[in-house]
C-alpha cells in the first residue's frame, strides 16, 4: 500500500440494470458503486406478446446507463474515501450480457435511436436469451457441420439460437427492412467502449476476442472470423457483411480506445484515460473471483456461466457440447472455457411468479421450508429445461420435465427439485469437462444466489461433491472490469503488467466454504443417475431409449395450435 | 302418475360426506335432500404425517351420518311436496365408496369404537384412496398369477393397493393387534345396510357382490371368495379368515335386510322397509344416471369411474388393465364393467391448494383462464398419475409427469395441461375396452365438475371425439340407490320389478350436450399420440423405449431418504 492511491472503474451491463464500480487498484477496496435500472420494457426488456423466444434491449438504455452510474459511483467513492479524486482514475473495463448484437449504421449510431426504427423490435438489442433465430441456428449448424466443421468444435458441435449470427440472420429474414438499414452490428461488449471512445464508424472498433471466440465463430487460426464464402451459405448478405466486420479481436486487457473529451466533461472524468477491450460478463465475473488453472468460476444469477481456464502452452481437445473454448477470451495466455446453463434464477423465478403467482418475497419463505426437507425426500426429480439447454446439449428446443408429481407434492418440495435440478445440470456439465481432461479442485462462485442462499450453495456441495467457495465481492463482474482497467492502464499508470499480478492483488472469497455432506451425496449420486437417464433420453437423439422427439413435437404443436 | 305416490331413501357416502336422497318414486323427482359433512380429520379423512399413502376414515363418522341425513331430508321432503309423508317411504338404498374395509368384532361393532382403538389408525375404516398396501398388492397379483391366474383375469391382471386384501394384510402385518382383535372386516358398503337393519353378527350380513366382485375377487363361477388355500399363501391368518366371509353376494336390488325399530324410530321412518343390499357409489351412479347398453356412464369427482354394462348372455372376454367385470355388479343380467382414473378432481385440487396455495375460488379462475386458451397451445403434456394409475395400468406406484416446461408457462396452462391429461387417461380406457368389443356411443356424465366445468366437458368430448352429456340429477349416486330400494321394495310396495323399468321412469339427462371440435380433436390426437408414448414408456415394462422402473426408483430412494 505503499504505492500512490489510484482507481479503475468497471462497469457492468447486467440483464436488467447497469452496475458502476470504483476500485482502488492497489488492494481491490471497493471504494463507491452505483445502479441503474434499466427503464425500458420489463425490468428493462422488450418481449413480443405474440412469440415467447423474443427479449431485445433498449441500446438507449445502455448508453443512458453511463450517465446513470459512473458520476454517482464517482460521488459515492469520494464521500467514502478522501483519497479518491476523479484525476486519479486511471482507466474505464466494460463487460455486458452476451451475444447482444446491435444493429449500427455507418456512423455507429444504433438503429433503434432512428425515428423510423424506434419501436421496431428488430432495431433493438438482440438480447442473449432471445431464441428467435432457433431454426438459424439449426441451418448454420447443418451448414457448418458440412462445409466448415473446424468451426463447429469450437463451441461444442452446435451453433446457439443464442449467438451472434443466428439472431442476425434471423433479422434478414423477419425484418429485411432493419437488416439492410444496418451498416454493421456490434455485440453489446464492444459498443460500450467504442461509445466512451468517441468513434464515429464501426470501421474504428477494437472487438474482443471474447464476444468473438465465444458466440461469432471467430479464431485467429482460420483467419478472424468465418469466412465470406461460409458466410454467403447462409445467405449473400450475410456474406457481404463480412467484410464490415473487424479484422481482429483483444482480449480485455487491451485498450480499445481513449475516454473521449465529450463523454470525459459528461461522466466527470479526465478525458484520454484508456478504455479496455469489452468481454463478456461472465468472463470478466471469473476474472473478479479468481478464476486460475484448476479453480472454476461459477457466476450463478438468471441463468449460470461456468467459465474455466487451461494453460494454452499444450493443445486442448475439443470438448463437445461445451459452448466455448477460446484462446485468450478470459486471461492471457490461457484457453477460455466456459460453459453453462441457459436458466437457473429465471426457473426460480418463473416457479415464483407465473406457477405460484407469488412476489418477491416467496423466494425466502420457499428456501426456508425447502431447506426443512431432506435430500430426495420429495420424491421428485426435474430436468432444468425451462429456457433450452446451453450445455452440454445446446439445444433451445428442449423443455422442462417434472416427474414423481403425487397429490402431496408441495410447492417447496416442488421448489426444492427445481434448485437440485439445476444442480444435476451443473454436474452434468463439470463431468463433461473433466472427461476432457481439465480438472476441477475447487469452485468459486458469485452471484446474488451463491450469497444469499445457503440451501442453494450445500446442494450444490452435495450434488458436485467439491466445496464451494463464495468470493469475497458481490460485485465481481465489475470488479474483472477494473482489473482489465488497470491492466490496460499498465504499471506506469499505476496499474498492473498482467491479469493474474492484478487478481492476486484484488481478488479474495469469504472464509466459509459450503462442505459436501456424504450422505446427502450418496442420495443425489441415486438421483444424478435417474437425472442422466432423463437427460439422455429427452435431449440426445439416438440412445436407444430415446423420447428425444417428444419435445421438439411438443412445440410443433403449440405453433401450430397458436397458428 | 296415477299412482299412489310412494317415497325412497337413497343414501351416498361420498369421500368427505354423505348424502340422502327422498325419491319420488314413480318419477324420479327429488322431493328432498340433506348433507353431513364427517367431522373428523381433515374433511373426514385420516392422514399420517409419515406416510403420505394412509388415508382412513371414522365408522362413527359414517353411524352418525345416517341420523346426520335422513330426518333432515325427510323434514325438507315434507316441506317441499306436501304428499311426501314417512310412512310412504318404501325403502332404502345405501352407496358408499370403496373398498374401503372396516375391521369389525364379532358383535359386528367397528374395532374404532372400542375405547383402546379410538386413535389407532390402523382400527379405523381404510379409505378407497389408501395405498399403504403397495407392497401386499404387488405380492397378490404375484401370488395369484402364479396360483390363480383365472382370479386376476377378471379384475384387469393386477390386484390394486386400493382393493380389500391388500389393505387387510397390510393391516396384519403392520398392526398385528388390531388384526387379531377384528373378527372380520366389512366393506362399508355392507356395513351400513346391516347397521340399519340392526345386525349384531357378520354372519348375518348379507353382501354386495359389486364391492366383493370388484375388489375382493368374488366370483360365483369359483364359488365366491379366494379359496382358503390361496388366501393362506398371503398368509395363514388371512386364510383363516375366508370362513368369515359371506358364503354369497347379492345385486344391489336384493333385500339386505329390514329396517330395524331401533333405527326406525331415531329416523322418524317406518320399522320393517326393505333396506336394499349395498353397491359403489360409482355403480349406483351409473344406475341413476341410466347406464345401459352402449351407454357408458362417467362419474367425475375426486377420481372418476367409468361404469359400462354388457350384456351377460354372450361371453365377455377379459379385458387387462379393466379393473373389474363382474356380473350382476351394476345391472342384473348384465355383467358390470368398472374401470377408472385414481385422481381427476384431486389433481386439480392439489395444483390449486399445495401448488398454488390458492383456495377454492383460484378453481374458477384458472378456468376462466384456461378456457381462453387453445388446445395445444401451451405446448405442455402431463402424465396424469399424481394418485397412482387404476386403469389400464393398474400401479399405485406411478407418479405424475409434467413436460414441456418453459420460462412463460402459466399457472393456467399448467391447469389446462392437467385437465387434458386426465381427458387423455380417460381415452386411454375408452380406446382399451373399445379394443375388446364393448362398443361405446355415448357417455353420460355426472358429479360436480361435469355440472360445474365447461371447460372441463369441452376438452373431454374434443379428446374424446363424442358427445359429452350432463345427467339431469346431481345426486345420480344417491338416485341410484334410491332405484335398487323401489326395485328392492318391489311393485306390491309401489317399487318397481326391476332396474331398468325403474330407470326408464326415473333418469333423464340435461338437453345440451358438450360437442366435439375436429380441430381440436386433430391436435389432441398428436397430443394423445405422444400422451401414449409416455405411458407406455413409464407405464409398462419392457417396451423397448423404457423408463419404467424410474418413477419406482424415486419412490424407493424417497423411502431410504425419509427414513
Same mark, same amino acid.
Not at 14 to 36: F, K, P, Q, T
Not at 317 to 333: A, E, F, M, Y
Not at 472 to 483: K, Y
Given at each position: *500500500?505503499?504505492? $500512490?492511491?489510484?482507481?479503475?472503474?468497471?462497469?457492468?451491463?447486467?440483464?436488467?440494470?447497469?452496475?458502476?464500480?470504483?476500485?482502488?487498484?492497489?488492494?481491490?477496496?471497493?471504494?463507491?458503486?452505483?445502479?441503474?435500472?434499466?427503464?425500458?420494457?420489463?425490468?428493462?426488456?422488450?418481449?413480443?406478446?405474440?412469440?415467447?423466444?423474443?427479449?431485445?434491449?433498449?441500446?438507449?438504455?445502455?448508453?443512458?446507463?453511463?450517465?446513470?452510474?459512473?458520476?454517482?459511483?464517482?460521488?459515492?467513492?469520494?464521500?467514502?474515501?478522501?483519497? *479518491?479524486?476523479?484525476?486519479?482514475?486511471?482507466?474505464?473495463?466494460?463487460?455486458?450480457?452476451?451475444?447482444?448484437?446491435?444493429?449500427?449504421?455507418?456512423?455507429?449510431?444504433?438503429?433503434?435511436?432512428?425515428?423510423?426504427?424506434?419501436?421496431?423490435?428488430?432495431?433493438?438489442?438482440? *438480447?442473449?436469451?432471445?431464441?428467435?433465430?432457433?431454426?438459424?441456428?439449426?441451418? +448454420?449448424?447443418?451448414?457448418?457441420?458440412?462445409?466448415?466443421?473446424?468451426?463447429?468444435?469450437?463451441?461444442?458441435?452446435?451453433?446457439?439460437?443464442?449467438?451472434?449470427?443466428?439472431?442476425?440472420?434471423?433479422?434478414?429474414?423477419?425484418?429485411? $427492412?432493419?437488416?439492410?438499414?444496418?451498416?454493421?452490428?456490434?455485440?453489446?461488449?464492444?459498443?460500450?467502449?467504442?461509445?466512451?471512445?468517441?468513434?464515429?464508424?464501426?470501421?474504428?472498433?477494437r472487438?474482443g476476442?471474447?464476444?468473438?471466440?465465444?458466440?461469432?465463430?471467430?479464431?485467429?487460426?482460420?483467419? @478472424?472470423?468465418?469466412?465470406?464464402?461460409?458466410?454467403?451459405?447462409?445467405?449473400? /448478405?450475410?456474406?457481404?457483411?463480412?467484410?464490415?466486420?473487424?479484422?481482429?479481436?483483444f482480449p480485455a486487457d487491451q485498450v480499445a480506445?481513449?475516454?473521449?473529451?465529450?463523454?470525459?466533461?459528461?461522466?466527470?472524468?479526465?478525458?484520454?484515460?484508456?478504455?479496455a477491450v469489452?468481454?463478456?460478463?461472465?468472463?470478466?465475473?471469473?476474472?473478479?473471483?479468481?478464476? @486460475?488453472?484448476?479453480?472454476?468460476?461459477?457466476?450463478?444469477?438468471?441463468?449460470?456461466?461456468?467459465?474455466?481456464?487451461?494453460?494454452?502452452? $499444450?493443445?486442448?481437445?475439443?470438448?463437445?457440447?461445451?459452448?466455448?473454448?477460446?484462446?485468450?477470451?478470459?486471461?492471457p495466455?490461457?484457453?477460455? +472455457?466456459?460453459?453453462?446453463?441457459?436458466?437457473?434464477?429465471? +426457473?426460480?423465478?418463473?416457479?415464483?411468479?407465473?406457477?405460484?403467482?407469488?412476489?418477491?418475497?416467496?423466494?425466502?419463505?420457499?428456501?426456508?421450508?425447502?431447506?426443512?426437507?431432506?435430500?430426495?425426500?420429495?420424491?421428485?426429480?426435474?430436468?432444468?429445461?425451462?429456457?433450452?439447454?446451453?450445455?452440454?446439449?445446446?439445444?433451445?428446443?428442449?423443455?422442462?420435465?417434472?416427474?414423481?408429481?403425487?397429490?402431496?407434492?408441495?410447492?417447496?418440495? +416442488?421448489?426444492?427439485?427445481?434448485?437440485?435440478?439445476?444442480?444435476?445440470?451443473?454436474?452434468?456439465?463439470?463431468?463433461?469437462?473433466?472427461?476432457?481432461?481439465?480438472?476441477?479442485?475447487?469452485?468459486?462462485?458469485?452471484?446474488?444466489?451463491?450469497?444469499?442462499?445457503?440451501?442453494?450453495?450445500?446442494?450444490?456441495?452435495?450434488?458436485?461433491?467439491?466445496? *464451494?467457495?463464495?468470493?469475497?465481492?458481490?460485485?465481481?463482474?465489475?470488479?474483472?472490469?477494473?482489473?482489465m482497467?488497470?491492466v490496460a492502464?499498465?504499471?506506469?499508470?499505476?496499474?498492473?503488467?498482467?491479469? /493474474?499480478?492484478?487478481?492476486?492483488?484484488?481478488?479474495?472469497?469469504?472464509?466459509?466454504?459450503?462442505?459436501?455432506?456424504?450422505?446427502?451425496?450418496?442420495?443425489?449420486? /441415486?438421483?444424478?443417475?435417474?437425472?442422466? /437417464?432423463?437427460?439422455?433420453?429427452?435431449?440426445?437423439?439416438?440412445?436407444?431409449?430415446?423420447?428425444?422427439?417428444?419435445?421438439?413435437?411438443?412445440?410443433?404443436?403449440?405453433?401450430?395450435?397458436?397458428?
Amino acid at each position: *500500500m505503499a504505492r $500512490e492511491p489510484v482507481f479503475a472503474i468497471g462497469l457492468d451491463y447486467g440483464s436488467n440494470s447497469v452496475r458502476c464500480l470504483v476500485v482502488d487498484v492497489r488492494d481491490g477496496r471497493e471504494a463507491g458503486s452505483a445502479v441503474w435500472e434499466y427503464p425500458s420494457g420489463d425490468s428493462g426488456v422488450l418481449t413480443d406478446p405474440g412469440n415467447p423466444h423474443v427479449a431485445r434491449q433498449s441500446p438507449a438504455d445502455f448508453v443512458a446507463g453511463l450517465e446513470g452510474t459512473i458520476p454517482e459511483a464517482l460521488r459515492a467513492a469520494r464521500a467514502a474515501c478522501p483519497e *479518491m479524486r476523479p484525476e486519479r482514475v486511471i482507466g474505464i473495463g466494460v463487460d455486458t450480457t452476451g451475444s447482444t448484437p446491435i444493429p449500427v449504421d455507418r456512423h455507429l449510431q444504433p438503429l433503434a435511436l432512428q425515428k423510423r426504427f424506434r419501436r421496431d423490435l428488430g432495431a433493438q438489442a438482440w *438480447m442473449w436469451k432471445d431464441h428467435s433465430g432457433m431454426d438459424e441456428a439449426e441451418a +448454420i449448424t447443418a451448414l457448418a457441420r458440412e462445409h466448415r466443421p473446424h468451426y463447429l468444435a469450437k463451441c461444442g458441435g452446435t451453433y446457439s439460437s443464442e449467438w451472434y449470427f443466428s439472431k442476425i440472420w434471423h433479422c434478414l429474414r423477419q425484418n429485411r $427492412e432493419v437488416f439492410d438499414a444496418a451498416y454493421t452490428w456490434l455485440e453489446f461488449a464492444d459498443f460500450i467502449p467504442a461509445v466512451l471512445s468517441g468513434l464515429t464508424s464501426p470501421d474504428g472498433v477494437r472487438a474482443g476476442i471474447c464476444p468473438a471466440g465465444h458466440k461469432a465463430m471467430y479464431c485467429d487460426e482460420w483467419g @478472424g472470423y468465418p469466412d465470406a464464402e461460409f458466410l454467403s451459405l447462409l445467405s449473400p /448478405e450475410i456474406g457481404a457483411l463480412r467484410e464490415r466486420l473487424p479484422a481482429r479481436a483483444f482480449p480485455a486487457d487491451q485498450v480499445a480506445g481513449r475516454l473521449c473529451a465529450a463523454w470525459a466533461g459528461r461522466l466527470g472524468l479526465p478525458a484520454g484515460i484508456p478504455v479496455a477491450v469489452g468481454a463478456f460478463d461472465a468472463h470478466l465475473g471469473a476474472v473478479g473471483a479468481g478464476v @486460475g488453472p484448476g479453480r472454476m468460476v461459477k457466476i450463478i444469477g438468471t441463468s449460470t456461466c461456468d467459465v474455466l481456464v487451461a494453460s494454452a502452452r $499444450e493443445r486442448l481437445p475439443d470438448i463437445p457440447g461445451v459452448c466455448g473454448i477460446v484462446k485468450g477470451s478470459v486471461l492471457p495466455g490461457y484457453y477460455g +472455457i466456459e460453459a453453462g446453463q441457459s436458466a437457473v434464477g429465471d +426457473i426460480f423465478n418463473w416457479f415464483v411468479t407465473e406457477v405460484c403467482r407469488g412476489d418477491a418475497s416467496l423466494h425466502g419463505r420457499l428456501t426456508r421450508e425447502a431447506a426443512a426437507l431432506a435430500p430426495g425426500a420429495s420424491g421428485l426429480l426435474a430436468l432444468d429445461w425451462e429456457n433450452g439447454n446451453r450445455t452440454i446439449l445446446v439445444d433451445a428446443k428442449l423443455t422442462g420435465l417434472l416427474v414423481g408429481l403425487t397429490l402431496h407434492s408441495s410447492q417447496a418440495e +416442488i421448489y426444492r427439485a427445481l434448485i437440485e435440478a439445476t444442480a444435476f445440470g451443473a454436474r452434468r456439465i463439470l463431468d463433461r469437462i473433466q472427461e476432457y481432461g481439465v480438472r476441477v479442485s475447487e469452485v468459486v462462485c458469485c452471484g446474488g444466489i451463491a450469497e444469499k442462499n445457503p440451501l442453494f450453495m450445500q446442494i450444490y456441495a452435495d450434488v458436485l461433491r467439491r466445496p *464451494m467457495v463464495v468470493s469475497a465481492s458481490a460485485q465481481t463482474c465489475a470488479l474483472g472490469s477494473a482489473i482489465m482497467a488497470a491492466v490496460a492502464a499498465g504499471p506506469a499508470a499505476g496499474g498492473y503488467a498482467g491479469a /493474474e499480478e492484478a487478481q492476486a492483488a484484488i481478488c479474495s472469497h469469504k472464509q466459509d466454504a459450503y462442505r459436501p455432506d456424504p450422505r446427502a451425496g450418496t442420495l443425489y449420486d /441415486e438421483l444424478y443417475a435417474l437425472y442422466c /437417464e432423463l437427460h439422455d433420453s429427452f435431449g440426445v437423439a439416438g440412445t436407444g431409449c430415446d423420447h428425444y422427439p417428444l419435445m421438439k413435437r411438443l412445440l410443433d404443436i403449440r405453433r401450430k395450435a397458436r397458428a
